[in-house]
């Protein structure tokens, strides 16, 4: 499957990819999700059409979880959600947390402003945005909706990018 022709400007994964200075390693690791309903997991997730999402069931809380099989320096996670598709399925809050294994996540990122574009995650603890992260885990957690009525978030796509070293 491909990207619709109008994708939205801003974090797509493909996009910045054609820029030669990052790549999308998503497919690098094993991913996971708390819940989803069926035809609408992690496939969807991670195939380049926006039209397809990932829909999650059951009890919160709602999470992602991608784990590389050694440490990896992240430089992105880009997330892509549509309210204006989505509506009330559209989280309203995300945390990005990562580490070493699921027992000791620490919290890196809050983001809150989900309405339909590209959203870019920039995952580093020090001042020097451009080095990255060394993880084994990256947790997703949907914290808040925007109708809290809602049992369940839509995530489009999901796309992870390392910084291209040049040799």
Known sequence: MTTPNKTPPGADPKQLERTGTVREIGSQAVWSLSSCKPGFGVDQLRDDNLETYWQSDGSQPHLVNIQFRRKTTVKTLCIYADYKSDESYTPSKISV?????????????????????????????????????????????????????????????LGVLVILTSV
């Open 97 to 157: 947390r990562v580490g070493n294994n699921f027992h000791n996540l620490q919290e890196i990122r809050v983001n809150s402003n989900f309405l339909h574009k590209w959203v870019a995650q920039l995952l580093s603890f020090t001042r020097n945005q451009n080095l990255g992260l060394g993880t084994f885990v990256i947790a997703v957690y949907c914290a808040c909706k925007y109708l809290c009525s809602q049992v369940a978030f839509t995530f489009r796509r």
